[in-house]
């Protein structure tokens, strides 16, 4: 992406570019680049983005169609008829081989097309600074002199030289293949020889920042980077879904038990007479029947269908196994803020030492703001001072923005910081007018594992120190307060659902400009401060939705245990302080595993629990036999996600390494949409059996037609290209129209299955076989009728057996829309993908009695229409089978396997 611009001073290397020269090349200074700079260096450079694997021609996708080995059994059949003198047939099967191959390009070219757009829609946004405004932007929009915001959970754009570091620690090890996080820092010059794990002031295209803060000049992207050179000379394919890889080993089998088993029953048609040509023609042709080639092809469209339903309803999936794997969901470990609630906190409530409590009126970002007091407080001069103390504090130790952007007031940074900020801009302690008066020499940034933020400022030669963060962690910092009425005010605020962050004061420290944790001692407490994030309103439904569908919901948040608990209660009345459990417990009980284990599986939420703790409680849920979903956003999430059999991260909110270490991606952070994955996920393993179900029953009625024969000493019932005929006019769409079903409409209301369970469980194997075998004794009945009863010449009785086989698989596709409901209660309006298949079907093989050149080599002719109604009755009599084994044995069985009750979600 880089080269020598214009508006840069000649630069050498980047990791031995100087501090000072990479501002000096900036157009204003800290003020980071203009919009209007940006942009021309955009249209110079293009867009900040590494090379990617080219997606394969069509002409590649076609030739690729030919890497199977039933395709070459086609060919060498074809070349074998040619020889023979049989140019119909050696042309006939030439035209089944380019209609397979047609079938299988414009899937594969689909599922292509699928993953790009996935692709694009997975984007990073750093941040910047533009004009001196933190903005954020999308990766591709990064250019070389942009000043590039890094902070725990953010995942560098390009290579920055760092200008700035604060107890940064970035994981390298995408390019160092190091575990521990490197720390990082803005001085010294390395040699251009240095390694890259040695680079201590850059922060490369990405990799993960776990913990500090970090500014950084751009000086290499797209790929110029580190990583883009790497990129440059690999290509990677995405994972397979392990469905699909069963299925395929499965073919395999069936395919290598098919062979042996043609090769045995063409030595029988050679044994009873018949010529060694037309036996092989026949074992080709049956082959190529019985075998269900088409299953792999038609799962993946079933999953690609599945991603975009999911896609639809806020659900992006990263990774094709997750569909399968998130309709077994048991358990869902959700996080509270964002997911269950809105995300949009909102300063209400200030309490003071002395429980004086006081609600923060007006709305929005507005610059005036009334303290209502509550239960006899009373809002006097020294409360005021005490208030504006307090929201100087709380703006100080902020790391959030508000600007003014073309018209429009945002807030960048995190959701409690922005809360702060408003809340002390309302109460007139403006942060940009409070930069101004003080120096801050030094800061401590709020990290998960410390659970605070601390500032040193300097007005002339005075100091202090502002600090905010959990209660409990910063009330520890404190001396000389009154502890009750303090812990009376947390109290009230917590158990009314509110998000408690408490807030100190103290003096300079007079040993050193560098403020350490050390020096937060025996401060002033100045109060506490309420945040509200109401629950989202369609939160309740959802967590009622997943347990009427047997999946568990547990929460799992960092917050006060009574706030939780309080937002709990919201989603089910019956959840008590019983059913908390905090991470000082489970520190407790770190020394008794079975306590501990009983505790994890009793409790329903997990308050101020920590990174370590959470990845804790994922894997012992997931010992006692759940099938674990885990949401997320921050970067202290990722351990969980990854450990989690499905990892679901926030979209709106979430950070790059949570997003990165998940499974699926929610764009809209509601746990709605994750309730809704399972909906899809479950109908997308519904799908998938239905495919099986129609491809396995029909491929087992080839076989048996044939074994008939031979033990009846009869003329086989097809010859060769009918049976190929038979397979290329039945399974070309109508198996892959099941992939477009809608969902059961019991779909939630069932158990989650087990997911070690296979899909050929005892109810796939008795319904294949009770079709199967049906469908061929009728058949070969039939053919048995029409030869030796009536006295029609073979090929009469062939067209006519023909016709019912093909009528048979149009109307069992209909057996198949389900496993357990009447096909007649099945509108056909919910997939006119499926009754476009069928018609289309039926009508070829109509169209193909009447064409002169493919009723010959078919060796089909019209039937009467008496005939044809004839057929079509008897072949509708499959439905009537199918009906009776979901009444009999199909319905009863499913009705066992819905949940018990919606009761409470723990166990």
């Keep these: 992406?880089?080269?020598?611009?214009?508006?840069?001073?000649?630069?050498?290397?980047?990791?031995?570019?100087?501090?000072?020269?990479?501002?000096?090349?900036?157009?204003?200074?800290?003020?980071?680049?203009?919009?209007?700079?940006?942009?021309?260096?955009?249209?110079?450079?293009?867009?900040n983005s590494l090379p990617e694997t080219a997606r394969p021609s069509r002409l590649l996708i076609i030739l690729r169609q030919f890497n199977n080995p039933l395709i070459y059994i086609l060919f060498v059949a074809a070349a074998v008829a040619f020889l023979l003198g049989e140019l119909a047939d050696g042309g006939f099967i030439c035209v089944v081989v380019a209609i397979n191959v047609f079938i299988g390009a414009f899937q594969e070219w689909r599922a292509e097309t699928s993953a790009a757009s996935l692709n694009k829609t997975l984007r990073i946004k750093p941040t910047v600074i533009r004009g001196g405004v933190r903005r954020?932007?999308?990766?591709?929009?990064?250019?070389?002199?942009?000043?590039?915001?890094?902070?725990?959970?953010?995942?560098?754009?390009?290579?920055?030289?760092?200008?700035?570091?604060?107890?940064?620690?970035?994981d390298e090890s995408l390019l160092t293949g190091e575990s521990n996080p490197a720390a990082k820092a803005s001085a010294g010059a390395f040699d251009e020889a240095t390694p890259l794990g040695d680079r201590r002031n850059m922060a490369l295209a990405g990799t993960m920042v776990v913990a500090g803060r970090g500014t950084g000049i751009v000086c290499a992207g797209g790929e110029n980077t580190e990583i883009g050179r790497i990129a440059k000379m690999l290509g990677a394919r995405g994972a397979r879904p392990p469905l699909l890889i069963r299925m395929e080993a499965l073919s395999n089998r069936i395919g290598v038990f098919i062979v042996l088993l043609a090769i045995a029953l063409g030595a029988g048609l050679f044994m009873s007479g018949q010529s060694l040509a037309d036996v092989f023609l026949l074992s080709v042709a049956l082959t190529v029947a019985a075998i269900p080639e088409g299953l792999p092809a038609a799962i993946t469209v079933a999953l690609a269908i599945a991603s975009s339903r999911m896609g639809r309803r806020s659900v992006?999936?990263?990774?094709?196994?997750?569909?399968?794997?998130?309709?077994?969901?048991?358990?869902?470990?959700?996080?509270?803020?964002?997911?269950?609630?809105?995300?949009?906190?909102?300063?209400?409530?200030?309490?003071?030492?002395?429980?004086?409590?006081?609600?923060?009126?007006?709305?929005?970002?507005?610059?005036?703001?009334?303290?209502?007091?509550?239960?006899?407080?009373?809002?006097?001069?020294?409360?005021?001072?005490?208030?504006?103390?307090?929201?100087?504090?709380?703006?100080?130790?902020?790391?959030?923005?508000?600007?003014?952007?073309?018209?429009?007031?945002?807030?960048?940074?995190?959701?409690?910081?922005?809360?702060?900020?408003?809340?002390?801009?309302?109460?007139?302690?403006?942060?940009?007018?409070?930069?101004?008066?003080?120096?801050?020499?030094?800061?401590?940034?709020?990290?998960?594992?410390?659970?605070?933020?601390a500032s040193l400022d300097i007005e002339t030669e005075n100091g202090f120190i502002s600090a905010k963060g959990a209660p409990e962690t910063v009330l520890a910092m404190c001396a000389d307060y009154d502890r009750e009425a303090a812990e009376r005010a947390l109290h009230r605020l917590a158990s009314a659902g509110y998000r408690v962050i408490a807030v100190a004061h103290g003096d300079a420290p007079k040993d050193s400009a560098a403020l350490a944790e050390h020096h937060l001692d025996r401060m002033e407490f100045l109060g506490l401060i309420g945040l509200i994030d109401p629950l989202r309103s369609e939160a309740p439904e959802a967590v009622s939705s997943a347990r009427a569908a047997g999946v568990d919901v547990r929460m799992i948040t960092g917050d006060h245990p009574e706030t939780a608990l309080a937002i709990a209660r919201q989603l089910d009345a019956s959840w008590t302080p019983d059913h908390v459990l905090t991470g000082a417990e489970i520190s407790a009980l770190a020394d008794n595993e079975a306590a501990l284990r009983q505790e994890i599986n009793e409790a329903a939420i997990f308050a101020r629990v920590e990174p370590a703790q959470k990845n804790l409680i994922v894997r012992e849920l997931q010992r006692q036999g759940h099938f674990v979903a885990v949401t997320g956003d921050g970067v202290n999430d990722a351990p969980a996600l990854k450990a989690a059999h499905v990892g679901v991260a926030m979209g709106a909110g979430g950070t790059d390494v949570a997003r990165a270490a998940a499974d699926l991606i929610i764009t809209d952070d509601n746990f709605a949409s994750i309730v809704a994955g399972i909906e899809e996920g479950r109908a997308a393993y519904d799908n998938i059996r239905k495919i099986v179900w129609l491809l396995l029953s029909t491929a087992l009625i080839a076989v048996f037609i044939f074994i008939m024969a031979l033990i009846m000493d009869m003329p086989i019932p097809l010859t060769a290209v009918q049976v190929l005929w038979m397979n290329l006019a039945t399974e070309g769409i109508q198996h892959v129209s099941l992939a477009f079903e809608a969902k059961e409409p019991d779909i939630m209301k069932r158990r989650p299955r087990n997911p070690k369970e296979p899909i050929f469980d005892r109810q796939m194997i008795e319904q294949c076989l009770i079709i199967g075998v049906y469908i061929s004794l009728v058949a070969f009945g039939l053919f048995y009728y029409l030869y030796e009863v009536r006295g029609l010449d073979i090929g009469s009785a062939r067209n006519l057996v023909l016709l019912f086989l093909v009528s048979f698989n149009n109307f069992h596709t209909f057996n198949c829309r389900s496993e357990t409901r009447s096909t007649f209660r099945i509108p056909l309006s919910v997939n006119p993908v499926l009754f476009v298949g069928v018609i289309g079907s039926q009508g070829a093989h109509?169209?193909?009695?009447?064409?002169?050149?493919?009723?010959?080599?078919?060796?089909?002719?019209?039937?009467?229409?008496?005939?044809?109604?004839?057929?079509?009755?008897?072949?509708s009599s499959v439905v009537i089978v199918g009906e009776a084994y979901k009444l009999v044995a199909a319905r009863p069985r499913a009705r066992s396997h819905r949940p018990v009750s919606a009761g409470s979600s723990a166990p």
Excluded at 19 to 29: P, Q, S
Excluded at 847 to 875: K, R, T
């Design 1 to 47: 992406m880089l080269k020598d611009a214009p508006a840069l001073k000649p630069q050498p290397a980047p990791h031995t570019l100087s501090v000072e020269d990479a501002f000096a090349a900036l157009d204003t200074r800290v003020e980071g680049l203009s919009e209007a700079e940006a942009s021309r260096r955009l249209a110079l450079y293009g867009p």
């Design 136 to 170: 954020i932007v999308d990766i591709d929009e990064i250019v070389p002199g942009d000043i590039v915001h890094l902070e725990s959970g953010a995942v560098a754009p390009a290579d920055l030289r760092l200008a700035s570091a604060h107890d940064l620690k970035i």
């Design 316 to 453: 992006i999936v990263r990774r094709l196994p997750a569909v399968e794997a998130l309709g077994s969901c048991t358990l869902i470990a959700t996080d509270k803020t964002g997911t269950l609630t809105v995300n949009r906190l909102t300063a209400k409530k200030i309490a003071l030492p002395d429980g004086a409590e006081f609600d923060m009126g007006g709305e929005g970002l507005q610059l005036e703001g009334e303290l209502e007091p509550q239960d006899g407080a009373v809002c006097d001069d020294r409360n005021r001072a005490l208030i504006h103390r307090l929201a100087r504090a709380a703006a100080l130790t902020n790391e959030a923005d508000v600007a003014e952007i073309d018209g429009v007031v945002e807030a960048q940074g995190d959701s409690v910081d922005i809360a702060l900020l408003v809340m002390a801009e309302k109460l007139g302690a403006r942060k940009k007018e409070l930069n101004d008066c003080y120096q801050r020499p030094s800061s401590l940034p709020y990290e998960p594992q410390q659970g605070f933020s």
């Design 846 to 875: 109509i169209l193909a009695m009447h064409l002169p050149v493919i009723s010959d080599v078919l060796e089909l002719h019209p039937v009467s229409l008496a005939d044809w109604f004839s057929i079509m009755l008897l072949a």
